[in-house]
DNA sequence: GTCTATAAAACGATAGAC
DNA sequence: GTCTATCGTTTTATAGAC
């Protein structure tokens, strides 16, 4: 098939101005033109600009997605995979300080409760929540799993704000450390059941 | 002067209407509609849309600094100072949770290095940082003391973004208990200088 | 100072030739 | 499948009467 290229083509050129311009700011005459595609022609593979939008970060879903299993195929200890999936964000931590999250742009910008694009990014945070959730109950932590997720998620998008208002990449690389330290220290209540003498959630590195 | 009420009047119902349906989203028309002034008048009173997005900012920003002034008056204790500055965000939790920060959003919008609206908004950010960062020095920690202050914004940041894709405002307390027991079990430098068993940035309440 | 009418440009989307 | 030309709407912004 060779309409797959072009398709694709649009996808990603949409999903790279989505994140770097928004999605408001960011016209189809602007995609077609980075996809070196007639504007006209835009509307052969996506009816409306909402679902060339669906396209684009359903990819970025998709992406996430494999991911996950990439740490699950690859790593046995769920706080080495909680670990390793935090790490992440330490490979995008400039192009995050200067764009932000592509997701949580999405989030921020519209309502939640009738904007079809932002739901479905919320779903990529809600995918992630739903995976970390089970690495912290593999790890014993069942009440306490579903809080504990949230706060890795937030922490990251935080310091992604955080990162762009102050022009400071290291703020994303200090919340990494704290997080990474977070859940280095985390009990393995799994195994050593008795003792409750926990320190979580440490800002310092041991 | 009877020029100054639908001058103000036109910001309020900016600052307003930038909050719930972002910078992007919001027509001047929009505007002219909210504060019950003809579209051709608001350009008596700003000149561009940016002018008076400049003005709604600005107004953000003056409410934040007239609270820590109120805090640094009717406070003594720096640590008290903090974790009532913690406690605001418990007020416009649910606010928070359906349209996101006012503050945050439009940092998360736009271009942070060619958008004035945006550096302005940095600007509320970078001034809170530096007023917290006044706290925890005089607290005694003054080599981390940017870094804590960071730490309180992004976590506020990062708790708004998830409660909004989750809607769910608890995220928002969650991330307000975890902080406040930060700052409460942060040790005083300044007066017990020589232990240095420290407990910080701990998850669970005391 | 206030308001109507309208210009000028950009945008999403369509029609229809090829 | 591909592309040009263009419609209809919305947006920022201006001109000019009152």
């Given at each position: 098939m060779t309409t797959i290229n072009k398709r694709d083509?649009?996808?990603?050129?949409?999903?790279?101005?989505?994140?770097?311009?928004?999605?408001?700011?960011?016209?189809?005459?602007?995609?077609?033109?980075?996809?070196?595609?007639p504007i006209g022609n835009v509307y052969y593979y996506f009816k409306t600009k909402e679902e060339l939008a669906m396209a684009a970060v359903a990819k970025r879903k998709e992406q996430f997605s494999a991911g996950y299993a990439l740490l699950e195929e690859h790593i046995d200890d769920p706080r080495l995979r909680l670990i390793e999936s935090v790490y992440y964000f330490e490979k995008v931590r400039d192009e995050y300080t200067k764009y932000g999250c592509p997701i949580g742009k999405i989030i921020v910008d519209a309502d939640v409760e009738k904007d079809h694009v932002v739901q479905m990014a919320a779903q990529v945070f809600a995918e992630f929540i739903a995976w970390a959730e089970r690495q912290f109950r593999q790890l014993g932590h069942s009440t306490d799993a579903r809080r504990y997720a949230t706060f890795i998620m937030a922490g990251v998008q935080g310091a992604a704000i955080m990162a762009k208002a102050t022009r400071n990449p290291e703020v994303i690389s200090n919340e990494i450390q704290r997080l990474v330290s977070w859940i280095e220290n985390l009990p393995n209540r799994k195994i050593q059941l008795g003792k409750v003498a926990m320190k979580d959630m440490s800002t310092e590195a041991a």
């Open positions: 083509r649009l996808i990603e050129s949409a999903a790279l101005l989505f994140h770097h311009n928004g999605l408001n700011a960011t016209s189809l005459a602007d995609i077609a033109k980075h996809a070196d595609i």
